[in-house]
């Protein structure tokens, strides 16, 4: 396999999905705008879970039919069919009575006996897997378990020299390949595989770096950017167990895999499998939905026997991710977002999409901070939007230019932002249904507000995304080491929670000697100086 | 000065709406604590077409209260009760002036005006002094009164007529006598203020000017008048002059020097509350005037008292402002948000209010604000008035801990406030698990106190309040901190490496300084 160095982006999300609806929120944030897009009225609203946490949800309506969606998981996927995915033991008695394959087994609470379990163990047949119900990182996972003996041994050190008292028992299936399909109604969309946090080495980057680099490459990825890889100690473990230290240098094409789980917020990569998914895999994934009822969109987690190539379904998802579909690392990026609108507003299949997106930030913040429960979202205008970006060079910085662009652009409900730029030149997009009134835009860029001077524009076509509304940008600003004037509040919440941390932490307190024989040295030396 | 305001309304709480937002507030607030859904729109929405509003394209004053089975939509203080039409006849006095001629409700007598034949002919009929006004001008604008001679009204008619082109002009005999604003609500009068024009009262030794400003000062306490503070101008001086008056010059004790003609509270008008002083007769003629137009269910209404007619109704208001008589300058705040909420939603009636339960004005205006929102729903208010514990918190509490505390907070669904109080801080928190959060930030603050306990007023929700100086003096601790710690930190690094890669001979390092030394 080849490092990954660009991503394809589906051209109608790519700059589309600002920080709030990037990371968890990116099922709810790319559905939503597909519905919205097309001109169904969008509600954000609240709802508290069993814990009292907080939970976004939205509603789409259009013509007087309305759902309720959950992350990506809409009201056609009953309460039933969530509860059933919801626990896995339930999930695989209703599969097994489907006759779709699944590793047989099952869960042993707190009370059973060691005997009961092997017991258990040895009508199951060999190999089997005994896993902890809490695993944690692959602690106490006893995999490819081929005889009594072994398990017997197994089962006394999880439960009673680990104490993980609930354990699973199934049986081992042989294979390395999983498959996340998504399934909507009777169709197959799309698969993914998920591989565990890793990096490739050129010969000549040490494996600090690749981490650095790949964290920098992943913070483009709007799914992935608050989901790095964290070097810990399980990372560390890994490294070492591949052979190599953290400043080791890693061979030309080699790649090591840095964690066990290929969770996505673990640093994991998702790459898109839908063109090897076989129609033996895709009837399973199907027959698996079809199994639970009420279930009318799914995510099943399918394991592919390495030997015989059979596919046996662990897991059912109602509620899927689409992160690693629409945004994944490698590979074709899938709209299932699309997918999901057009199943549950068909009638709106046809419709245009407008290349606007909403200002999700402003939107769920009320909702966030608790000082509103619902917030509806405006409509965006009808119609395709032409867009333009002039380029203004000039005297036109700190001249108000902006202000005043943003303005003129306001009366004439154009959409779009002014930007400076760290050449000194303002961008400005302006995007309208009416192509006229784009173009002729170009004379109020060129007239500008009385102190700016206006000397050159360059035109071009714009066709990505913009947010309705106007705004006004600046290039990012990079503070420099030391200067801190100018932070926002939640800029300063920031550093001043880093600070905190590193005071506290173990380095800084057991470098407290270090540090303070240099101010004693410091001081002596001052005073040898006067 | 004598006044009492309603108890659940206090000060900081009113003051998050200011000017025009007050009304819609005060409304919107009395609703929501009955438990009514309470929704803000933007001007985009579609929802308003039907109803004439104005000045919308900033938040706050479009919103809807419904108890699910009905929804009742307002623009600042006018529910949708009212119907349009009468909100454009209410905006023109000519106009309102046939509806209440038509009903018998006495009005100044007098006619639009035209030319100057017209003007000269009216004049004749009508006896003087005169008032020549815009018909369709508010605020006080558009007015010119004591016009006692036929060129004296035709050059104001000219003037009006070049300040106001395309308006209509109307002419009305002055009526003489003191001014009130009256509040009516379906069939009773629920408030009555008199309207004083802006004036100041000597104390011997102050300069008109000086005195200007400390009634300023006592105005800037009133959440109503806040924003209509009294603005010295040519008017103001001119007035001044007809009294022999100057800025500068001091009046004796207890004398009242008047600065403006006009009444208005907008241009430092004072309102007093005389809703149990002034006759019954006056009560009824308002309720009266509202009758006289075609669904008219709460409004407010002007009238002179005049010793030879009685009440002689002015103009129609639909849009009043209701917050003159919630905060007057003197007497006593009447509730006229409860009489409109009643109106509406009268099976709310019996229902216990949460009398210190608030929103936030401006968190539930956000997503407007910015325009990335059409709608936005308040959080339901809690059912009872909250009983929290109050306690005082001694010793600092750094930004972390502080976000910790609001976290735990919102995790133990309290309601509440940490606030800054010199010396430490104190907070507050009403709900089940109160105690637990106390248990927690006295830890982390060390030492504190329970103060008391019992209601206070809470938004439903956890708030940290800082106060802007701490966070510029906080950024600059923290930036000479982190300047600090980021220079040891590379040094300490630069030792540790150095360490490192000479292997147990620490002989580099002591080289390195000496280096400096010389």
Redesign the interface.
Known sequence: MIQETTYQWLSHLEGAVPKAGQGKRISTYTVALEGWRRGIRLRFYREFDEEMKLKVRYSLKHNDKEHHFALSKGDLVTDEAFDICDDKDLTKKYLAEAGVPTPLGRKFPEDSSNEEILAYGNELGYPLVLKPVSANGGKGVFANVREEQVLKEAIEYVRDELGYKEVIIETHIPGEKEFRVIVLGEIVLGAMHRIPANVVGDGQRTIRKLIQDKNKFRQLNPHLTSRMIRIDKEVLYMIDQAGYELDSVLEDGKRIYLRVQSNLSNGGDSVDVTEELSPELERIAIEATKAIPGLAQSGVDIIVDDETGAGSVIEVNSRPGLGGHLFPMLGTPRDFAKAFIDYYFPETADYPRSNLYFDFDNVIAPIKSRSATMVEVPKPPEGELYGKLYTVRGNVQGVGYRAWIKREALKRELHGYARNEADGSVSVVVCHPDKKKVETFKKVVIEGPEKAVVEEILEEEWTKPVRMGFATKQAKKKYNKGNYRGLSKSEYKKVARKYDQLVHSTTWKMTKPVRMTLDIIKKIIRKGKK | MNRSWPPHLPEDIVRQAEGPLLCGYLIALEGWRRGLDL?FH?N?SSLFEDIPVWYTHRPGRLFTLSDGDHSVRFFRSRGEGTAPETVKSGADKAVSKTFLDEAGVPVPRGALIHGKEELEKEAARLSGPFVLKVSKGSFGKGVITNLQTTPDLWKAFEELKQEHPGEEILLEEHVEGPEYRLYVVGKNTVGAVRRDPASVTGDGKSTVRALIEQKNRQRKKNPRLATALITVDRALETELQHQGLTLDSSPPEGKLVPLRKQSNVSLGGDPVDVLDDIPEQMKATAVRTLKAFPDFPHGGVDIIHSPDRGPVVLEVNPTAQIALMVFPMSGTGRDIPKAIIDYYFPETIGKKRASHAY??L???L??LE???????????CPAETPHGIHWILEGDL???ER?DIRTKA????LMGWLKQKAPGWHLYAAGEKAGELGGMALKAAGSGAQLSTGPAFV???FTVFESREE?RR??RE??T???K??K??R??EK??TALKSSAGLPGRLPLQ?MK??S
């Open positions: 929704h933007s985009k929103f936030s401006a968190g539930s956000m997503a910015t325009g990335a929102a059409m709608r936005s729903r308040v959080p339901d750094t930004v972390t976000e919102m995790e133990l669904h938004t439903p929700s966070i906080d950024s923290l930036r901190l982190i300047e710690t980021a040891k930190r040094r300490t030792v540790l300084l400096r030394r």
